[in-house]
């Protein structure tokens, strides 16, 4: 079992910045993929950014050059450095873990921060 919790939400204006972050409850070095993704009113949740264990990461097109998502193993926590905010990046943004052992997919979500960029 793999507890998520996220952090650093908040209300700010649009072309300001913020961090997320997520803590696991677990070692990170061994989460296969970690990631965020986000849910705004009435839509459905949609991905964001995601880091593999190998290192590599990959964004949505809505945020590619403004967002960033890095991981800290020392910490087990992962980070969201969201740049040139935008209204429409107003959402709750969510961390989520994916574990695969033995072929078997697991995956862990955290609960959730809100985000607000006021125009």
């Known amino acids: 079992q793999v507890q998520l919790v996220e952090s650093g939400g908040g209300l700010v204006q649009a072309g300001g910045s913020l961090r997320l972050s997520c803590a696991a409850s677990t070692s990170i070095s061994s989460i296969n993929v970690m990631g965020w993704y986000r849910q705004a009113p009435g839509k459905q949740r949609e991905w964001v950014a995601s880091s593999t264990s190998g290192g590599n990461t990959n964004y949505a097109d809505s945020v590619k050059g403004r967002f960033t998502i890095s991981r800290d193993n020392a910490k087990n926590t992962v980070y969201l450095q969201m740049n040139s905010l935008k209204p429409e990046d107003t959402a709750v943004y969510y961390c989520?873990?994916?574990?695969?052992?033995?072929?078997?997919?697991?995956?862990?979500w955290g609960q959730g921060t809100q985000v607000t960029v006021s125009s």
């Open positions: 989520d873990a994916q574990l695969i052992v033995f072929g078997t997919h697991t995956r862990y």
